[in-house]
């Protein structure tokens, strides 16, 4: 249902981009992370934008690590 919701979405609001990669910034965070996995499973070729502001301690480089791979 997700991935329906995200494609009507992306639709409505003229969001398709034009032939190329699109870039998503990315926290790690549950809400980027499935943001960018639903945009990978409907066929988008994906960079992703990182900026770690080390708020949060081990959070943030735990969030970090995981957005590098």
Do not use: C
Not at 47 to 65: F, M, P, T, V
Request: net charge negative.
């Amino acid at each position: 249902m997700f991935l329906v919701k995200l494609k009507q979405s992306i639709t409505s609001l003229g969001l398709q981009p034009a032939d190329g990669p699109l870039l998503l910034a990315i926290s790690g965070g549950p809400d980027s992370v499935a943001l960018g996995e639903g945009l990978w499973r409907l066929g988008f070729s994906l960079h992703l934008a990182h900026i770690n502001y080390q708020l949060r301690g081990e959070d943030s480089e735990e969030e970090e690590r995981l957005v590098r791979v």
